[in-house]
């Protein structure tokens, strides 16, 4: 308790709010990029099967569990007898799969705009502790107390930037995997109604002649 009191009074409030953040931001970023890792590597195994063609194809995309696939698989269902406007199901339902990862790259976006400006406040709340210690008159000047203003404005810049750049770093390296995962989804779902389309097509025409 003690220790932390002790913290408490070197990094000041604003440092505070920036250790919290900081373990948000890390638990977001580490989160998300791990998903990331792991849809894309079920991915690419199951794309790499998918490729064979045939029954294995429909099989696969009926297998639940991946973003990506779940995309493609309701896209192909829906547009298996044209391709109209493949491209704006793909977005709403990339929208819609992707909603978790959405949010909490608002956030990360979020906390590296917020970490800077905290930072910058512990650093004005450190001068003012600095210049009201200098206002009291030379006498009343306590060198602990100047050097502790002074420590807690140069630290929590620190402290901001160093919340800020990492973050900002994994939303744009996350904002760019998205992006790779929507352009896989739309070139996937095209394929996926293009080597679906003929077996549809069949269908319909059986349950016609049936009737």
């Not at 696969?60 to 199901?89: Q, Y």
């Not at 006498?139 to 203003?149: I, K, N, R, T």
Request: charge should be positive; avoid cysteine.
């Amino acid at each position: 308790m003690n220790t932390a009191a002790a913290l408490y009074a070197k990094i000041g409030p604003a440092g505070a709010a920036l250790v919290l953040l900081s373990l948000v931001s890390a638990y977001l970023a580490l989160k998300n990029l791990a998903l990331a890792a792991l849809i894309n590597r079920d991915f690419r195994r199951r794309f790499a099967r998918i490729e064979a063609g045939g029954e294995g194809y429909v099989d696969e995309l009926r297998r639940p569990g991946n973003p990506l696939v779940n995309i493609i698989a309701e896209v192909a269902r829906t547009h298996a007898t044209h391709s109209n406007d493949i491209r704006a199901e793909v977005a709403y339902l990339f929208h819609r799969n992707f909603e978790r990862v959405n949010r909490d790259l608002t956030w990360l976006k979020l906390i590296s705009v917020i970490s800077p400006l905290l930072g910058l406040t512990g650093t004005m709340l450190g001068m003012v502790a600095v210049f009201r210690q200098l206002a009291a008159g030379p006498g009343s000047a306590d060198a602990a107390v100047l050097a502790g203003g002074i420590w807690e404005a140069l630290l929590t810049t620190i402290m901001g930037l160093a919340v800020a750049i990492p973050t900002l770093v994994a939303f744009y390296w996350l904002s760019l995997r998205m992006k790779g995962f929507h352009i896989e989804a739309v070139e996937h779902s095209y394929r996926a109604v293009e080597r679906l389309r003929p077996s549809f097509s069949h269908a319909t025409e059986k349950t016609g002649a049936e009737a």
